[in-house]
């Protein structure tokens, strides 16, 4: 299950880079600034300097490195506890988590905040603007509290030792 894990995180890495390489090196996002696709949703270029969806904004170098430091000890975590899974849908949950995080991370190292993409908007009311990675983390997050709520007792027997 460990190295399953490993290969949804490193492809949840790869469709991330993959797509900032594209809006940022190729489509020319930041040279473009808004572009409708839809009328509820844009592609924009935004540099978070927050967590997913904006949160927590660090604007200093110090709370860069913080933000950092933090994501890197829950990748961690959610890698000792990858070790242990038994259950397929929570090793997929941890190892899109893991991805994402990765991406995000990856890009606060090299470029000091997160280059996010996606937007919805309702009229001049905007939703966060949000990366692949974000999508990942939130798909495999959700999936993860599911499973603590509403998993099936017989993937809760097999994760028990006997």
Known sequence: MFARGLIIAAFVFLLDRLSKWWFIDVFELPKKGV???LPIF???MYWNRGVSFSLFSAETETGRWILVGMTCLIVVV???WLRSVQARLTMVAIGLVIGGAIGNIYDRVMYGAVADFFQ???GDWSFAVFN?????ISLGATVLVWEAFFGSS???KKQLPQ
């Open 35 to 37: 572009v409708e696709i």
């Open 42 to 44: 844009n592609v924009v």
């Open 78 to 80: 959610l890698l000792f």
């Open 120 to 122: 919805f908007h309702l």
């Open 132 to 136: 692949v990675a974000d999508c990942f």
């Open 154 to 156: 017989a993937e809760k």
